[in-house]
């Protein structure tokens, strides 16, 4: 008989735990300075709130601009966030009350075993960051390894085909694609290409993103115990002990190859890519007073801010373009043109103007409803003498860049839209630029240091798929893409089809 009442003795037990743990830490919740936006009666577990963020998160930010004339806020699954208007956005550029490192760090569990790669990325000293900025950018010196690598990929991941139509696999395929480019730039020649590795930096990147949202399911005082439990996150843990044996085992080859060079009185070999980069960086931090993150730590850090975004980028402007069969053939023309004129090179990227108008216009369609996100690291106010208390999470409505007063016709994909603003002499109208209503890369000191590199990429990847594939997207097939609260999920489903080109002007590429 007691036997039989056990189960729903625990069950009652971790009930009532859960509930006091969701009632105090909802007590420990400040309240909110602006009208909350999705607050409905009797939803004491916040549900209901959480369902309408998740569904209509564009719908409540604006309504709830245009019905306060003030900023709001929106309860999320992860706590609360203040959205104030598009009109602070330079306010919150300029603030230096309002931190995004600490956000990040907050919001995505920097600290929590298997997650090192978060560490890596916002770690005081600063290394990583300083090397995408520095080396990562406009860098010429990487175009050719980044193009070989590419060439590569698509043959083993596209095929060079038998000239009839066939699907791709569209989630391996695009991130494959963009993973083996990254690669030949992060890690360099020993690992660029080998499947291992790959598997390695497209898991952890999946595996930690997947954790992550698990874990805002949960209530915050829990999460440091359930990480524990989840099988994505202990995927994490895993996947960070391989990628740090297996980039010491690649600096030791490295530092071995030196000293028999020097042994035998001939110059080293030099390594041009980001691991080489971050070691030397490294080593000009020696007396900082925390110590370097781990190699492995670092690459999967780069992996995790670069591999997900610009595979999106990449998805999208591929998604857009297959409906668009007469831009494509101006693309084509456009960059076998500068291939043709400057070779494999940052010169010849920067000239396809057209790409760079279409990977735009294709990142506003698909842009987040927020940009700047960051948390108030002192109390500080607002231009108007509001005061914003320390600790509170603020973002800024970018719901504009799907708005008819500032992009005619918002919702239609305009190839020309933004070069045509660029021929008119509005210089912020580059992919790689912000501008006052336009700040999908963020802005002020945290705007994305690796946005130079992204572009780069993106276009050198669809300068190959344009040159060598015809490519449409499935008959019937209709695309949507998955709105989840702030963010959109460039469709995940999608039936892409390709064919290879006979004869193809994308021999030049390799
Ligand atoms: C299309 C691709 C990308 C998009 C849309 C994107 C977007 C962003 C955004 C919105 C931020 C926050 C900036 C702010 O709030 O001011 C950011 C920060 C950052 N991004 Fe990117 N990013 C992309 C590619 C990359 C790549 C390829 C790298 C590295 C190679 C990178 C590295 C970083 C880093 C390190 C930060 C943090 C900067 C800081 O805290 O100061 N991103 N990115």
Redesign the pocket.
């Known amino acids: 008989m007691l036997l039989a009442t056990l189960p729903s003795i625990y069950a009652w037990t971790i009930l009532a735990i859960l509930v006091t743990g969701m009632y105090l830490f909802g007590a420990k919740r400040r309240r909110p300075v602006f009208p909350i936006v999705n607050k409905y009666p009797h939803d004491f577990l916040n549900q209901k709130a959480n369902r309408q963020y998740i569904q209509n998160a564009s719908t409540l930010i604006t309504s709830g601009l245009n019905k306060h004339q003030s900023p709001v806020t929106i309860v999320i699954p992860n706590g609360q966030k203040i959205v104030l208007p598009s009109s602070l956005t330079g306010w919150v550029k300029t603030n230096k009350d309002l931190d995004?490192?600490k956000l990040?760090q907050h919001d995505f569990f920097a600290g929590f075993p298997g997650f090192d790669a978060q560490d890596a990325?916002?770690h005081p000293n600063e290394t990583?960051?300083g090397v995408?900025r520095t080396k990562?950018g406009q860098n010429d010196s990487t175009m050719e390894a980044m193009n070989a690598s590419l060439a590569k990929a698509f043959r083993v991941l596209w095929g060079d085909g038998d000239g009839q139509w066939r699907i791709i696999d569209w989630h391996n395929d695009t991130m494959g694609i963009i993973a083996h480019a990254?690669s030949s730039v992060f890690v360099g020649p020993e690992k660029a290409d080998d499947g291992e590795w790959l598997e390695i930096v497209q898991g952890y990147v999946t595996a930690y993103f997947t954790a992550v949202g698990e874990l805002h399911g949960y209530p915050s005082w829990s999460r440091s115990m359930v990480h524990w439990f989840l099988p994505n996150a202990a995927a994490c843990r895993k996947y960070v002990s391989r990628a740090r044996a297996i980039m010491n085992d690649v600096l030791q080859k490295r530092r071995e190859e030196v000293k028999l060079a020097k042994l035998q009185g001939r110059e080293g070999p030099e390594y041009n890519d980001a691991l080489a980069w971050i070691q030397a960086a490294s080593s000009g931090n020696e007396h900082a007073k925390t110590p370097e993150p781990e190699a492995g730590d670092f690459q999967l850090a780069?992996a995790m801010?670069?591999l997900f975004?610009?595979t999106?980028?990449f998805r999208q402007v591929l998604i857009h373009l297959a409906a668009k069969p007469d831009v494509v053939e101006a693309l084509r023309s456009e960059v076998s043109k500068q291939i043709e004129q400057h070779g494999i090179s940052v010169a010849a990227t920067n000239n396809m103007v057209l790409l760079d108008s279409v990977m735009k216009e294709s990142?506003r369609l698909s842009a987040a409803v927020v940009?700047?996100?960051?948390i108030a690291v002192k109390d500080t106010t607002l231009p108007d003498g509001t005061l914003i208390p320390r600790g509170s999470h603020i973002t800024v409505d970018s719901t504009s860049l799907l708005d008819s007063s500032s992009y005619p016709n918002p919702l239609a994909f305009d190839a020309h839209r933004f070069l045509r603003k660029r021929q008119a002499g509005d210089k912020s109208n580059q992919f790689v630029q912000s501008g006052p209503d336009y700040?999908?890369?963020?802005?002020?000191?945290?705007?994305?240091?690796?946005?130079f590199?992204?572009a780069n990429?993106?276009k050198l990847a669809l300068a190959h798929v344009l040159l060598k594939y015809d490519f449409r997207l499935a008959e019937g097939y209709e695309s949507k893409n998955i709105r989840n609260g702030f963010y959109t999920i460039v469709d995940p489903m999608a039936k892409f089809e390709i064919k290879r080109r006979k004869p193809s002007l994308g021999e030049v590429l390799g």
């Open positions: 995004h490192k990040v990325l916002q990583l960051i995408i990562l990254a780069l801010a670069a975004t610009t999106e980028a990142q940009a700047l996100e960051r700040s999908v890369f963020g802005g002020g000191r945290h705007i994305c240091p690796g946005r590199f992204a990429e993106v």
